[in-house]
């Protein structure tokens, strides 16, 4: 009697431990799959904002991998404290563009600014777009990779302001005015190395995404790598990258008189400022106008 007890306790005492163990081993399976799980989630995130369907500036957009003197350097074209080693900011990125690129509207919009910038973007303008499409394409998720410089908005940024400008810089040639109205997809300018990109050996559309229309540095501006999936160093092709190579050869200079005809100042450049300053000198001329005459009959007399 006594050893079949004793027999029925060890069996019980090994059913409750295989028991535990396979309890024990259920919830390490559940819990590793619970985490890949996730991942493949994340993953399919990121594949999912990378899959919505965009209209790019210019098509396969890939970030310039060489700067204005020829030098491999990917980071340059990057949106933030990216150039001189921290020292300089860069407003927008730089996709390669051989000049005579066609640069696509990327949504429905309006031109609101178009003009010469001689000594810094060229001809270039601004599109004003529908917040609501620049968010239907925005990688949430976007996290800079290639450099640690890179950042994500400027420092003024707050989300409560509606993102609606896109600016399209160095251009050779417009096909818009200031005024019209164009449809996403519409071929609206071309790229060119126009204002200070003239003389550069990485050919690109500058390409911004802003907040305000103004501002100095990264001020009112974000980074439209978080809107559009451009390609970066190293996962440009070889044959992309051969492509970019063999156009740093040559040194790109801006086509003469292509300023003709536009104006040389942003319409919000100062209006009241440029009127104060005409009837600061008309008041002037007046003044001196008078004393002349004044001499003059002080004379005759
Ligand atoms: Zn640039």
Redo the contacts with the bound molecule.
């Keep these: 009697m006594d050893e079949s007890k004793n027999f029925i306790n060890k069996k019980n005492i090994i059913i409750v431990g295989v028991v535990a163990f396979i309890v024990l081993v259920i919830i390490i399976l559940m819990l590793t799959f619970n985490s890949t799980n996730k991942n493949k989630k994340n993953n399919n995130v990121f594949e999912e904002e990378d899959n919505i369907f965009r209209i790019n500036p210019v098509k396969n957009p890939q970030l310039a991998y060489y700067n204005f003197r020829g030098e491999e350097y990917p980071d340059w074209?990057k949106f933030g404290r990216v150039r001189s080693n921290g020292l300089r900011v860069?407003?927008?990125?730089?996709i390669f563009a051989e000049p005579g690129t066609d640069v696509y509207a990327v949504a429905d919009g309006k031109v609101v600014d178009l003009y010469v910038d001689k000594t810094g973007y060229g001809l270039n303008f601004y599109l004003e777009v529908n917040p609501a499409d620049l968010e239907k394409i925005k990688r949430k998720h976007y996290k800079p990779k290639e450099s640690a410089r890179e950042q994500l908005y400027g420092p003024n940024y707050n989300p409560a302001l509606p993102i609606k400008y896109i600016r399209y810089?160095?251009l050779s040639e417009v096909k818009v005015k200031i005024g019209d109205e164009v449809k996403a997809g519409q071929v609206i300018a071309k790229t060119g190395t126009t204002g200070n990109?003239s003389g550069t050996h990485a050919p690109?559309l500058?390409?911004?995404i802003a907040f305000e229309m103004r501002g100095k540095g990264l001020i009112n501006r974000v980074d439209p790598e978080m809107y559009f999936k451009i390609k970066n160093g190293n996962n440009l092709t070889k044959d992309e990258k051969k492509i970019q190579t063999e156009k740093s050869k040559t040194q790109w200079f801006e086509p003469k008189g292509y300023d003709i005809g536009f104006r040389t100042k942003s319409i919000f450049f100062n209006k009241e400022k440029e009127e104060k300053n005409l009837k600061g000198l008309k008041e002037e001329h007046k003044f001196e106008k008078n004393k002349r005459n004044a001499q003059k009959i002080s004379r005759r007399k």
């Design positions: 074209s860069h407003q927008g990125v730089d810089a160095h990109a690109h500058h390409f911004e």
